[in-house]
């Protein structure tokens, strides 16, 4: 009361204090600073505005005066409780059950003795009503906006704020709030999560308004129909596009005069480009496909949809977009996958672990594993544990087999999420409110934090890491490690394409073709010591006169060189076959293993000429008689025919298995 005294003494008026500068309303703070020359600040009402903090608190929480920004801002202590059970206010048990409910998330208790005394004091006072169910998104939203501003609000310059500034703005303030609201949406008090980055305008795609309206136009409409992720890539192609034609055309108002020649000098354009964001990297070669392909999306549907200041006809096509290269899945070697297992069985924090296990017995991608949801576990009726996996990439959700060691280490997390109290959080492609299994902080976990995090920190514990000090292991090889291990092991293709969430069984015939042990022994049948072979391309092998060429070929290519009945070692140099008389061609062999089916088409032939025979037909007799003959002698030489072990033959045969690749199953087009 003496405080106050003294403050209504010293300015008769609200209005007349409000007017006062900024410093001078704060009073003697940790966040003064000199102020500017000339600005008149009176040291006795700044001690006195500094002693009346508690009147102006009891002026807010009773409805009377709404606390400005930067006043909130430069007071660094707020300390409103006391006046608030003076009022008999239920301010204190609110915090309290707010701060014991972050707890119980698992947030650190430095975390939240310092989000939620700085943010909901402010707020309250601010809002002029300390009643907090009535708070809304849109102040939570208002207070970080002031916060990324703060540079640009009045008299901000009198308070001596550059030891807070990150980024422009005050980051932990920004953290604070943000953290604040996470725990009044899980309170059941706002109707939304905020976001963690509060969105921006974007930037115009073009300062010629006819190219902006066009390529607005059709992220509008794509928008419609695909995830914000792809619009995103989208409009940066269109980016891209926008400033090659703003560079070369200067003088064109439309994209209505670019044709197929003019298209063709923008892809030639971009591979010449820079990245934005660090201008010393180039463009990878994926992006630019992707601009290239979302560009000729862009003028194919102007096209068909006949919008005008637009070329009528596509000038690209989908043969313009290079062709990708289609990697071997990059497994993980059991040399290096044991030890990785038993570093991730050793991380510290639950969501890590878990994420990672699930990564490794199940094949799914970071997306479904990430959108997991709280009852995602169950078991077949044999008992075996199976696991409900999130619609991801492929807009489907799965059930799938999984380890024990994973399922035990989602049911542990389950537990521990059943026990904390949050809100279902909203998922917008299912259009309903899910309670995720990987919650951190009160938001779904990033999948960096899942899978990347973990993952690099085992690598470096075990070495596993370039020159650059990156992880090795990308967290997406363990999927290809269970495809690879899948197709191994014999497992059907509708088995894999399940497993792995494929749509075309394209997909996973990679994992399906034949594994490197298969490999190796089907080409030491034929170029192994001691190898029993016949045809005439058997003695080249034998006295050792393959060339390095022919060898390395042969190394890479050995499984496109069977036939029905052997093999042809016919080299790409030597021009293609013009011809399908293989039993008699130089460059065929063949081993003991194709015996059944040349027996086989020994009684063929033989049928095939009693038929000729009965029907007259000469000529086609003899020619079933010489391929039995053929066939006969190719018999008979199996039946009789050594290998001699002569210098020449192994050391073909040495480079042979030097050379032979690791791990690369053919790609399905080779298959």
């Known amino acids: 009361m003496q405080a106050r005294a003294e403050f209504v003494a010293h300015y008769p008026s609200m209005t007349r204090w409000a007017r006062r500068p900024l410093a001078e309303r704060v009073g003697p703070t940790i966040n003064a600073r000199p102020v500017p ?68 998330r698992g947030l650190s208790v430095p975390s939240v003795n310092k989000s939620l005394p700085w943010a909901l004091p402010r707020l309250i006072l601010h809002r002029a009503d300390p009643d907090l169910t009535t708070l809304s998104l849109a102040e939570i939203d208002e207070l970080r906006t002031a916060i990324r501003t703060v540079t640009s609000l009045p008299e901000i310059e009198q308070l001596d704020l550059k030891v807070r500034m990150q980024s422009g703005f005050p980051q932990a303030w920004h953290s604070s709030v943000t953290q604040t609201g996470v725990a009044l949406f899980h309170a059941g008090f706002i109707e939304a ?76 354009w971009l591979p010449h480009q820079r990245k934005w964001k660090h201008p010393e990297q180039p463009l990878s070669a994926v992006y630019r496909d992707g601009v290239i392909g979302n560009v000729a999306r862009f003028f194919r549907h102007a096209a068909i949809n006949e919008w005008p200041h637009m070329p009528t006809k596509p000038p690209l096509t989908s043969s313009d977009v290079p062709r990708r290269i289609e990697r071997v899945p990059r497994f993980i070697p059991a040399e290096q996958l044991d030890p990785l297992m038993d570093g991730i ?37 044999d008992g075996t544990h199976r696991l409900r996996l999130a619609a991801g990439k492929s807009a489907k959700e799965r059930v799938v087999p999984i380890h024990p060691e994973a399922a035990e280490a989602v049911r542990d997390l389950a537990a521990r999420r059943c026990a904390q109290t ?213 018999l008979d030489e199996l039946d009789t025919c050594g290998c001699p072990h002569d210098t020449n033959f192994e050391s073909n045969v040495a480079l042979i298995d030097v050379q032979i690749p690791a791990n690369t199953p053919p790609s399905p087009d080779e298959q």
């Open 193 to 268: 999560l905020p976001l963690r980055k509060q969105p921006r305008p974007p930037a115009a795609l073009s300062a010629v308004p006819a190219v902006e309206e066009a390529m607005g136009r059709y992220l509008r409409e794509l928008a419609v129909r695909r995830a914000p992720g792809t619009v995103t890539q989208v409009r940066s192609g269109l980016l891209r596009l926008a400033a090659w034609h703003a560079e070369t055309r200067p003088e064109q108002t439309t994209l209505a005069g670019l044709d197929r020649p003019a298209l063709l000098e923008f892809l030639a």
């Open 422 to 634: 949050d809100q279902p959080l909203f998922d917008q492609r299912l259009g309903r409110t899910v309670r995720y299994l990987f919650l951190r902080n009160g938001r779904l976990a990033s999948p960096d934090y899942l899978f990347k995090v973990g993952l690099t920190e085992v690598c470096r514990a075990l070495g596993l890491v370039d020159d650059d000090g990156k992880a090795l292991v990308h967290p997406h090889r363990f999927r290809h490690t269970m495809g690879t291990q899948l197709g191994e092991r014999g497992a059907k293709i509708q088995t894999i394409m399940k497993v792995l969430g494929h749509r075309s069984a394209g997909m996973s015939m990679t994992y399906t073709s034949l594994s490197d042990p298969v490999v190796l022994a089907d080409y030491q049948a034929v170029l192994a010591p001691g190898a029993v072979l016949a045809g005439p391309q058997a003695e080249a092998i034998r006295s050792g006169d393959l060339t390095t060429e022919a060898v390395n070929w042969l190394s890479t290519n050995f499984f496109k060189t069977e036939l029905e009945l052997g093999r042809c070692l016919r080299l790409p140099q030597e021009g293609p076959c013009e011809c399908d008389l293989y039993l008699t061609c130089s460059k065929f062999v063949t081993t003991p293993d194709y015996a059944p089916r040349l027996r086989i088409r020994l009684e063929t032939e033989q049928q095939l000429i009693c038929d000729a025979e009965t029907r007259g037909w000469d000529r086609e007799a003899e020619r079933h008689q010489r391929t039995a003959r053929r066939v006969q002698e190719l």
């Open 37 to 104: 020359s000339g600005t008149l600040v009176d040291p006795a009402g700044a001690t006195v505005s500094f002693r009346a903090r508690p009147y102006l608190f009891y002026l807010s929480l009773t409805g009377r005066r709404r606390l400005d920004w930067p006043w909130l801002f430069g007071a660094a202590n707020l300390r409103i409780l006391a006046i608030a059970d003076g009022l008999s206010l239920p301010l204190r048990a609110q915090m309290a059950a707010l701060r014991e409910q972050e707890l119980g």
């Open 345 to 381: 069985r050793a991380l510290a924090d639950p969501l890590q672990r878990t994420a990672l296990l699930v990564a490794r017995w199940s094949g799914a991608r970071s997306g479904e594993i990430r959108k997991l949801e709280l009852d995602c576990l169950d078991t077949y009726p």
